[in-house]
Every structure is written in C-alpha cells, then in structure tokens.
C-alpha cells in the first residue's frame, strides 16, 4: 500500500530520502553471500577450529583454487538495501546467493 493512500498526503521521494538520511539510513549495496545451510555453516567452523593452530608455513602449502560464475539470464549487479552504519551484514540486509540461480556457465 502507497504512503500516499494510507495518509492521504502527498510526500516527495526526496523528502522521504532526506528524511531517512538524518536518520542515519543510506541506500547500500547489499552483500552477498552463500546461502549456507546450519550444517554448512558447522562444517566451515570445524574445518576453522581444526587449523586455528597453523603456523605460516602449514599455509603455505595449502593450493587454493577460484572459479568465475558467467550468467546468461539475468543481472548479477548490485543490489541495494536502506541500513544504517555497521548493519551491513545483518541478515535482513544480505541477498543471498545460491550456485544453481539463473542460468550461467561457471569456469
């Protein structure tokens, strides 16, 4: 439902930007993130606390590897979202992101 329906008043994009903004809420792009599941989620974590002792050389001898992800149908721009400072992260303000959305070639 429009702002302007419920209060019967009319009120300027700007007004409602500037608004928000003395407020502290800026329009951010939003982080993205794998959407992990809470075994994933354990699984990172025993795999962190397992190599928490590690010296230098121990990870230098670990091989990384990376990947691209290209998608075909549809934008994998940024998205945005109103926070204020130092909620970047928090759940609401995150998109997630999943390996099988939208089409693409991953090399």
């Given at each position: 439902m429009k702002?302007?329906?419920v209060s019967g008043k009319e009120?300027?994009?700007r007004t409602v930007r500037r608004s928000l903004h003395e407020l502290g809420i800026f329009s951010r792009a939003a982080a993205v993130k794998p959407l992990l599941t809470q075994k994933q989620k354990e699984n990172r974590l025993k795999w962190c606390l397992e190599r928490r002792s590690w010296t230098v050389e121990d990870w230098s001898k670990l091989i990384w590897s990376?990947?691209?992800?290209f998608t075909i149908f549809r934008s994998d721009g940024p998205r945005h979202v109103w926070h204020t400072d130092g909620q970047c992260?928090?759940?609401?303000?995150?998109?997630p992101s999943v390996k099988h959305g939208g089409g693409g070639?991953?090399?």
């Open positions: 702002f302007t329906e009120i300027s994009t990376d990947e691209s992800c992260y928090n759940i609401e303000n995150i998109v070639i991953m090399v």
